[in-house]
Structure formats: structure tokens, C-alpha cells
């Protein structure tokens, strides 16, 4: 482990402070607010290239990293306050990119997606950035070419001024943990946007482009959005076949959802809706994959499922049905689309006159790479209560932080699904 004062690894036994014996928790504090801020920074990139930006989110920015230099702050008091207060720069930030996304492009509405293929040649898009997206649909317009999105791009079906693009036809595939196998399977050209790019096969590297803050070496990488190559590498690949596939749903964005409001207040109030259950987040390769599938089975037929980011790739293709035309399963969009789940919850904590911690609803997250870490710390600032969170807890976080979240928030690990679901029941 590295020392924040010695600025080396410490040798066995040494007594300096540091990471070293009790300030071992500061040096996890720090952590945690470094990748924190990695999230918060994804978020702030994808509002500014539309045109978007928060000074006061920028100056915490500059602070925070300020305070991680060695040798600067090891109160662990005011790094419990950094880390908190990061949680509420990331707030401010999804909001922000909220805004950007439906000013931009509409507010979402609830869309079924097809998971078939088109007759033609095709681009498959990955990763978050909807200006990308946008962009190559204007510049693919008349080509001929069917666009398909993958992973985080899939709630892009329900935004208004993209989905009157008549060739984004469907989505492929699912979550970043998948992508190996699906972009293997695609057979025409492929674009990564911003972050959940793995190193490629060479079985598609040569069909393979990155733009924006992706790259990966030995692919071709697009600048300024042009996107011809990508355009003539897909008119230069066989097209795909016609295809009868399924379908899932998405863009139950927060105004979706609250337009369901008063339904949703009667039904509860009539106890057709017993429970509310958040499942999601960003997917993992872990081994305990299938506890999120076998929970959201166990949820009965008088509860309601929101899910959001690439976790729901674990469930989204199972039919939950509906309760008095309300869907159980509302997929709110992508991983910043957490805003809308806060918002969600204070509306229905504001009709029933209680906090939100009170409400009949369930959090159980997973999570892996940073911006999960800012959107949990995010909750954290909210004061949000019992999160379920899994796979396992993150490697950065010692036993001495991990107790303070758990006798504060009452952060649990995953355990099981079934004893989970009871307890949460109860």
C-alpha cells in the first residue's frame, strides 16, 4: 500500500502514519473520493460537449484534487465531509447532464426496442455519448445504413429527436461484459464512445473505431465526429440479414414516470402496489452474476422493478407484465439516469408525506467501475438508507470505512438472494 507521507510503499512494520495502522482509512477516504471524481468528471465531459458546465461543480473538482496531494489532509472527519460532498457535486452534475440530454433531444418516452436486424449494411454504436449518436445518425441519413445501439446506448431509442431517425432500428447485444462476444457477431462496423471499450479481438479489431476520450491501439480512431470511415468500412461489409428478434422497453425518464403519478399514488393507496424495488446499476463480471436475475424473480406480481445502467441487461428481457396498465419493470435509462430514480423518490415521498427512507422501496445496486462509486456516494449525501449492494464490496474501502457505512447507512452486502428479498420484505 502506498503512504501519503513517506510518497513510497512502506516497509513491514512501520509505525509512520500514512495508510499505515489507524489513518489506513483516510488513505480509503481518498480513494473513494478519486474515483468519485472520475464519475463526476464523465458526467461534466458529456454535458460540456453540449454546451453545459457548473462552476461551482468545477471548483469542487479542483479542490477535491487539491486535498488528495500527500501530505495535505489527514483529518479523516473532513474527508468523511469531501467524500459526502463529492456525492452532491455528482447530483448536481447528473442533473445538468439531464437537462443537456432532454433540451438537446426531447424529453425520453416510453419506447419498445427491437433486438432484430434489418435487411442492409449496419453500425453498431457503444458506449454513452448521445451527441455521437447524433451525429452519425445525420451523417449515415440516406446512406442506406441501419444504425443499432449496445450497452449504455440503448435508452437513446426513447429520445424524441433520435428516434425520429427512421434507421436507428433496434439494439444489439448487451451489457460491456458481453461486448467481446457481441461485437465478435455483428458483422458490420462498430463505434466506442466514451468509456466500457474492452481491448478488441482481432476478429472484429479491423471493423472496430473509437471517437471521443476512447482508443484502443491499433484501431482507427475519429476525430472532430467525422465519421466516414466508419460510414464506408459498414458499405464495405456484407449486410446484415432480416432478422425476427424481440424487443425491450426503455425511457421511463422521471417525467415519464410522474406523469404515471396519480396511478401509481391510487394503486399503492389500494394496495395493488405493494413494494418498489431500484435494481441496477453497472454491471460486473463477477461470478455472483446470477443474483440480480434470480432476485427480480422473486419479486411478486403487486411489486414494481426500476432499473437503470447496464445492469439491467441481467433481467430486461424477461416479461414482467403490468399492474392496472402500469409496467412492473420501468427501465429509467442510462447509469446518470440515477437523477431520475432521486426524483421518482421524492415525488412519491412528497404524495405520501413521509421521508424518503420511509417509502415501501428498495435499493439493490451493483456496481464496478467509477461513476457507480459517485452515484452511490451521491445516495450517501442524500442520507438514502439500506442499499443492498453487490457484487462485493470495493477493494478500496477497508473494514474501518465499511463499518462506519454500514452503522450509518446501513449499508448491506448481497448475500443471498432469497434471505435478501425477505429481509427487505420485512
Excluded at 431509442?157 to 425520429?164: G, M, Q, R, S, V
Aim: with cysteine; hydrophobic share 40%.
Amino acid at each position: 500500500m502506498f503512504c501519503y507521507q513517506c510518497s513510497q510503499t512502506p516497509p513491514a512494520g512501520c509505525t509512520k502514519t500514512g495508510v499505515c495502522g489507524k489513518n489506513e482509512d483516510v488513505a480509503s477516504l481518498q480513494d473513494t473520493l478519486i474515483f468519485g471524481l472520475k464519475g463526476v468528471s464523465a458526467y461534466a465531459y458529456h454535458a460540456r460537449e453540449l454546451g453545459y458546465a457548473d462552476p461551482e461543480v468545477d471548483a469542487f473538482m479542483h479542490e477535491a484534487l487539491f486535498s488528495t496531494l500527500t501530505n495535505v489532509n489527514f483529518d479523516l472527519q473532513r474527508w468523511v465531509k469531501l467524500v459526502l460532498k463529492c456525492g452532491e457535486m455528482n447530483l448536481k452534475t447528473m442533473a445538468l447532464l439531464d437537462r443537456a440530454h432532454t433540451e438537446k433531444f426531447g424529453e425520453p418516452q416510453p419506447t419498445a426496442v427491437s433486438t432484430g436486424t434489418k435487411a442492409g449494411p449496419g453500425i453498431l454504436i457503444s458506449g454513452h455519448d448521445l451527441l455521437d449518436l447524433y451525429e452519425l445518425l445525420k451523417q449515415t441519413e440516406g446512406r442506406g445504413i441501419n444504425v443499432y445501439t449496445n450497452g449504455e446506448m440503448l435508452p437513446a431509442h426513447a429520445y424524441p429527436e433520435l428516434k425520429k431517425f427512421p434507421h436507428l432500428v433496434g439494439n444489439w447485444g448487451g451489457s460491456w461484459v458481453k461486448q467481446r462476444n457481441d461485437f465478435e457477431a455483428f458483422p458490420g462496423a462498430i463505434l466506442a464512445t466514451t468509456n466500457c471499450v474492452l481491448i478488441p479481438r482481432e476478429t472484429y479489431k479491423d471493423r472496430l473505431f473509437t471517437c471521443g476520450v476512447a482508443g484502443v491501439e491499433g484501431v482507427k480512431h475519429i476525430e472532430n465526429r467525422d465519421f466516414t470511415p466508419v460510414i464506408e468500412k459498414a458499405l464495405s461489409l456484407p449486410a446484415l440479414p432480416e432478422e425476427q428478434g424481440g424487443a425491450v422497453t426503455t425511457g421511463f425518464h422521471h417525467k415519464a414516470v410522474l406523469a404515471l403519478a396519480g396511478k401509481l399514488i391510487e394503486a399503492v393507496k389500494a394496495g395493488k402496489i405493494r413494494h418498489f424495488f431500484l435494481v441496477g446499476g453497472c454491471d460486473s463480471p463477477s461470478k455472483t452474476h446470477p443474483y440480480y436475475r434470480e432476485f427480480v424473480q422473486l419479486v411478486p406480481q403487486d411489486c414494481v422493478i426500476l432499473t437503470l445502467a447496464c445492469g439491467k441487461y441481467r433481467f430486461n428481457d424477461l416479461d414482467f407484465g403490468d399492474i392496472d396498465g402500469i409496467p412492473r419493470l420501468l427501465d429509467i435509462g442510462q447509469c446518470n439516469n440515477a437523477y431520475s430514480a432521486v426524483q421518482i423518490a421524492a415525488a412519491l415521498a412528497d404524495a405520501f408525506k413521509c421521508p424518503v427512507n420511509d417509502l415501501p422501496l428498495s435499493l439493490v445496486l451493483s456496481w464496478f467501475e467509477q461513476k457507480a462509486v459517485a452515484i452511490l456516494l451521491t445516495l450517501l449525501h442524500l442520507g438514502i438508507k439500506k442499499i443492498y449492494l453487490g457484487p462485493r464490496p470495493p477493494a478500496f474501502i477497508t473494514p474501518g470505512v465499511l463499518k462506519v457505512l454500514r452503522e450509518t447507512f446501513g449499508l448491506r452486502l448481497i448475500d443471498n438472494p432469497r434471505s435478501d428479498f425477505a429481509r427487505m420484505l420485512a
